[in-house]
């Protein structure tokens, strides 16, 4: 009975060392992601800590280590299954939210997707950006792989008041579950100045049009996005 109660014990004790890649070596990780928290933790660019100061020494590796522990205003969701990350941070009033997920390709690669809204400031922020990882290296990807998404695929005008197109900015919403990208327009967040409207009378146009959202297919074979 106390070779299975210490055997339990030690189970409980290293189990998190196997189950959660924050605990693995960076450079086994850099070798062998295993899963969508191992790409977390070596993609490009630095983790959102901007209303902290970075410590001397410490690597992004340990940073991002760090920033995957929730507090009061920062809620974290890993869904290794379904190779998934949203991180909802309210720190200092600014609201930020990062996704994350991957696409697997025919050959067995994979591409991983990065979405990052910040708002707080005059204007929103948003980018979607896709990478290859290979050689212990990330490629951007994103330019080769994502079809262009035009106007007439987001709006119908059926009062005819454009003869131009309007200026819009778009907003991604990476899958859960499934592999379909859905895109929408939203309204800039500010003037358009290749009109005499004032940014009320663009808005109000904006609204009166029909909008239409975009689904995203991907294609295992070639490796790229297309509209439904």
């Known amino acids: 009975m106390k070779h299975v109660i210490l055997t339990f014990l030690l189970i409980r004790l290293i189990g998190p060392v196997f189950s959660q890649s924050a605990f693995r070596s960076e450079s086994a ?83 991983i997707a990065v979405l990052e809204y910040q708002a707080g400031g ?39 008041e454009f003869s131009y197109t309007l200026l819009f900015q778009l907003e991604y919403k990476l899958p859960r579950v499934g592999t379909t990208l859905e895109v929408k327009a939203l309204p800039l967040c500010e003037q358009d100045n290749r009109s005499d409207l004032t940014y009320e009378e663009y808005f109000k146009k904006f609204q009166r049009l029909e909008h239409i959202s975009v689904a995203l297919a991907w294609d295992r074979a070639s490796g790229t996005f297309s509209k439904k």
């Open 29 to 111: 990780i850099k070798e062998n992601p295993l899963d969508i928290a191992d790409y977390y933790l070596l993609i490009p660019g630095e983790p959102y800590y901007s209303y902290d100061k970075k410590p001397a020494g410490v690597s992004e590796f340990e940073l991002r280590k760090k920033y995957l522990n929730e507090t009061p205003t920062k809620k974290i969701t890993i869904d290794k299954k379904n190779a998934f990350i949203s991180i909802d941070d309210n720190t200092n009033d600014l609201e930020y939210r990062l996704e994350m997920t991957y696409f697997n390709k025919a050959n067995g690669k994979k591409i």
């Open 122 to 160: 005059d204007c929103d922020s948003r980018s979607l950006n896709f990478y290859e990882y290979a050689g212990q290296k990330f490629t951007n990807v994103t330019k080769q792989i994502l079809p262009s998404v035009l106007f007439k695929d987001l709006f119908r005008d059926p009062a005819g």
